[in-house]
């Protein structure tokens, strides 16, 4: 391998070499988009291959001034002076990394976050950065989870070149498959739909249907083995007898539900144990005060929480669906404040016979 | 392993290592920089998988991959494209044309080989 790589870097250099003189170039004739072609192809090279050699902050550096390239053929940007001296700055760092070797040394990780910053910056000021990729379910690397697969075999499927039997095969040496061919209705293609429980990733999963992205479903549902919940369970076996297609919204609703039923249920973190002592302690403190209030009220502020969880929940899905990193802190704030409410609500509704009964002497 | 791999990378150290560890595993490899020299491997012969960048000087991997399926005996045959390309439409312009597999670079290269041997499970 280092053979390979020796040679790579030797390319390498001399296509840096190309890219420099490119950019002087550029500098006088900044309209000549035949010079920013031949930049953007150059940075283009580098980026794919330097990760495979393990140059990763090589291949960041380069995918962030290919995008200040990208906007440039695509007329969003204009060359001007930064632009030129941030290239040369990605050029300087990588001829360097590259004669070193590697690019894990303390000066070059300063320098790596200097031209980092710099270049986000300018793609910032011009709003150009790219968005966070949606991702409903944040995966857990360590943990059985449960995936989703749904396609439709189009009339070309064997000119994509794979076979249905080697797909499921590799699925098989993942984890555990359901897979169920649904029923065919009229001239309707052949559909299929396919839950497998598996600790790979889902860049793992999604490598078996490589060949078939573009027609492919494949969603994360939860960083568990689903198949332990009975309701979840028991509607996925009666669509598979049945060929009958699984409304994923359907099963979104189950995994919510015990989701919710285990927010309210579950025991007190080690946070609310805190706060519960320090509670307990300025009680003890001051004088304590009794209202009599109605079960029927306190059952009305039981269902308002439950709602209010719900709501809760299908926020928090909105924000990580959408990646709303400004709504992160706000949304962790409102968990907060629905703890501390869920459990005040619970301790006023499990109030002791005991403490009524004094009440009521009273 | 009796397959037969061509793969096209205007880098050269690119198809150099591709070559290197595919041929380790026991395919025959068929490597070209320039996609029109790629096109003189399509004589008929058997190949198994065309593995091709994207971006490359005269030709696209999406216009190799549309001539080379033209002709009937490699209709069938999978394509699969890497690349770093982030636009869409070239991701559609591949599938249009039979490429219909899309591995973004830069890429681990045991997962590669991972994704190559699955193909011929």
Known sequence: MQEFKDRFIADALELLAKIEKSLLMLEVRPDNILIVEEIFRGLHSLKGASGMYGFNKIGKLMHLIENVYDDVRDGKLKVDTEIVNLSLDV?????????????????TIAEFDKIEGHISNYLSQNETLEGDDNQVIVEDQNSEKTYYVNFTLDEAFETRGIQLDSIFKELDELGSVISIPLKKEGGKHEEWEIFIVSKSSTEEIEDVFIFMMDIANIELL????????????????????????????????????????????????????????????????????????????????????????????????????????????????????????????????????????????? | ?????????????????????????????????????????????????????????????????KQVKSKPQYINMPVLILSSEKSEQCKVDARNAGA??????????????KIINSIFK
Do not use: C
């Open chain 1, 91 to 107: 050029v300087d760092f990588t001829n360097n990394v590259l004669r070193l070797g590697e690019d894990v040394s303390d000066s």
């Open chain 1, 222 to 362: 939860a960083n568990e083995n689903l198949f332990k919940n009975d309701q979840f369970n028991s509607v996925v076996q009666k669509n598979s007898a049945l060929k009958q297609k699984n409304i994923l919204e359907e099963l979104k609703n189950i995994i919510q539900k015990k989701k919710i039923v285990e927010e309210v249920t579950e025991t007190p973190s080690k946070v609310e144990k805190e706060e519960q002592q320090l509670e307990q302690e300025e009680g003890s403190k001051s004088s304590i005060n009794y209202l009599r209030v109605s079960a029927e009220k306190l059952d009305e502020q039981m269902d308002l929480l439950s709602e209010l969880v719900t709501a809760k929940a299908e926020l928090r899905l909105i924000v990580e669906k959408e990646g709303y990193k400004k709504l992160f802190k706000l949304l962790e704030s409102i968990d907060k404040t629905t703890n501390r409410f869920r459990k005040n609500i619970l301790n006023v509704r499990l109030v002791q016979i005991k403490t009524l009964y004094i009440v009521f002497l009273r």
């Open chain 2, 1 to 65: 392993m009796d397959k037969t791999i061509v793969i096209v990378d205007d880098f050269q150290t690119n198809t150099v290592v591709m070559r290197h560890a595919l041929h380790q595993k026991g395919f025959e490899i068929l490597e070209a920089n320039d996609p029109s020299e790629a096109l003189n491997f399509f004589d008929g012969r058997k190949i198994d998988l065309m593995v091709t960048d994207f971006k490359m000087p005269g030709m696209t991997g999406a216009e190799l991959t």
């Open chain 2, 100 to 113: 219909y597999g899309w591995l973004n670079k830069p890429f681990d290269i045991n997962r590669f080989l």
